[in-house]
């Protein structure tokens, strides 16, 4: 490896931007143009080509970019959480739907029935005359 291909700022091999990250073995998405760091995807058949001798950013350096991730295809690693996600909703909604039907039976089936019973009818009470 020579001294020019160390992670590093270099000129953006794109032509793109003033700047691009090179992280040691390959550009990254990282670029910067005039002091302002951004993400641009480049080509996988430019990724590994080396920085040209000499092309090193002059001056104050941009900083180095923060994250600087790539997914490779068949990995296995960045799976969406979408099918997890989607599996406990249905599962939410299974048990809610199960909750609704339930109640409502329990709702239709019963009669109400009125348990209290009238009192029992009483007679007036006599009035006698007196003489």
Known sequence: MTANQVAGWYNDPTGRYL???WDGMRWTDSVNSGGANS???IAAA?????PAPGTAAQGAAPAQPSVSVTAESGSGGGRSMLGPIMA???VVVAILIV???TSNSD???????DTTQAPA????PET???G
């Not at 009818?121 to 007036?124: F, I, K, R």
Request: net charge negative; no cysteine; proline share 13%.
């Open 107 to 113: 709702d239709d089936d019963s009669t109400p029935t």
């Open 88 to 90: 406990v909703l249905a």
């Open 128 to 130: 006698t005359t007196g």
């Open 39 to 41: 993400v641009d995807p």
């Open 19 to 21: 700047n691009r990250y």
């Open 121 to 124: 009818p009483t007679e007036a």
């Open 46 to 50: 430019d990724a590994t080509t080396p």
């Open 99 to 101: 909750i609704a039907v």
